[in-house]
């Protein structure tokens, strides 16, 4: 069956996973970090407390923290029963079940629900939807991160992801896109597509990394000026 969800919805992960996903290392850690369509994920709520500066940008962050609760909630059945459906896309190794997701997101999710009020007013959380030019200055950044958000829903088209991938390039000196694949667990011609268009100007990889829970999906973009 395919997954079907028909925007992008709230979900989020954590810190560990995070540094699985982009292969962050160390000094990574240290780099100044914009995070985009970082929705609810515990990332930027964990960097903090451990003493680390990212910014994270996502247009529901327009949403109360008691808002955000409730679209989590019914986000939370609407996800669990799409994996359901699907568990055959998915690699049940390091996370062993559908019980066991469900406690390490609603966990994640929690720590930054906690956070949420307090990274708003510090300007760690960001309402801002892309492809729209952000107020940062050019190069503010070291590292531009996507997590599920880009090439995932590749339905957002390719103008959308030309457009938001030269917005965060201009931001950020280096930026890191995870997963390759589209919902339904494949790689698509946006993919190719992207490839070519920003190989004129840019070193661009794919690299393998140590997190993989949709199959195959243990592959990352890395985009960076030559
Ligand atoms: C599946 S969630 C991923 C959350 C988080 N990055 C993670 O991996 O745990 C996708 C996120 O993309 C955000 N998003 C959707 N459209 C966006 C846009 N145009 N610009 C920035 N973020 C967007 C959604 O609001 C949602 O929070």
């Not at 994920?41 to 903090?48: D, H, L, V, Y």
Request: glycine share 4%; aromatic share 10%; proline share 2%.
């Amino acid at each position: 069956m395919a997954f079907e969800l028909k925007n992008t919805v709230p979900w989020g992960r954590n810190l560990e996973e995070y540094s699985n996903m982009f292969n962050l290392t160390d000094s990574d850690l240290d780099c100044r970090i914009i995070s985009f369509g970082d929705g609810p994920a515990s990332f930027n709520s964990e960097m903090t407390e451990n003493g680390k500066r990212v910014v994270s940008i996502d247009p529901i962050y327009e949403f109360s923290q008691k808002e955000l609760q409730q679209k989590i909630e019914e986000t939370k059945e609407m996800v669990l029963e799409q994996t359901k459906n699907n568990l055959e896309n998915f690699v049940w190794t390091k996370i062993k079940n559908i019980q066991e997701l469900e406690k390490i997101r609603i966990s994640a999710m929690t720590k930054f629900l906690q956070d949420y009020e307090d990274g708003k007013m510090t300007g760690r959380y960001i309402n801002h939807e892309l492809p729209n030019k952000t107020d940062f200055e050019d190069l503010s950044f070291d590292l531009g991160l996507s997590s599920h958000f880009l090439i995932l829903y590749s339905q957002l088209g390719l103008s959308f992801h030309i457009s938001s991938i030269t917005e965060m390039l201009r931001v950020a000196k280096e930026i890191r896109i995870f997963p390759i694949l589209n919902l339904d667990a494949k790689k698509t011609d946006l993919l190719v597509n992207l490839i070519e268009y920003f190989e004129t100007n840019y070193i661009v990889n794919i690299e393998k990394v140590d997190y993989e829970f949709q199959k195959n999906g243990n592959e990352m973009l890395i985009i960076k000026r030559k």
